[in-house]
Nanobody, 122 residues
């Protein structure tokens, strides 16, 4: 069973920085392959939204509201992605979820982490 373990959330003042990590485990290296991984966030009373994704080849897709402030990166050897968040704003406050698309011979499945809280105080 594929599992995603997130870490790095917390409380920070506006203008500060945090780095989130997400490590994938529990998949069969021979039979399964992780393709796109990414970060999504959900603020209270709002729908979950995409923050940034990165393909296995390193192609990134970043939401306009965080461009220039957030950077997504990936270490394929460790099956881990990172989200470096700089110049944080109170509106970045949300639960951040890691997502991974895992492909086998017959299907592609989407997996989610349990989420990590990011709170930015003004």
């Amino acid at each position: 069973q594929v599992q995603l373990a997130e870490s790095g959330g917390g409380l920070v003042q506006a203008g500060g920085s945090l780095r989130l990590s997400c490590a994938a485990s529990g998949f069969a290296f021979i039979l399964q392959r992780i393709s796109t991984m990414g970060w999504y966030r959900q603020a209270p009373g709002k729908q979950r939204e995409l923050v940034a994704t990165i393909s296995s080849g390193g192609t990134t897709n970043i939401q306009d509201s965080v461009k220039g402030r957030f950077t997504i990166s990936r270490d394929n050897a460790k099956n881990t992605i990172y989200l470096q968040m700089n110049s944080l704003k109170p509106e970045d406050t949300a639960v951040y979820f890691c997502n991974a698309l895992v492909s086998s011979l017959s299907e592609t499945r989407s997996y989610w982490g349990q989420g990590t809280q990011v709170t930015v105080s003004s």
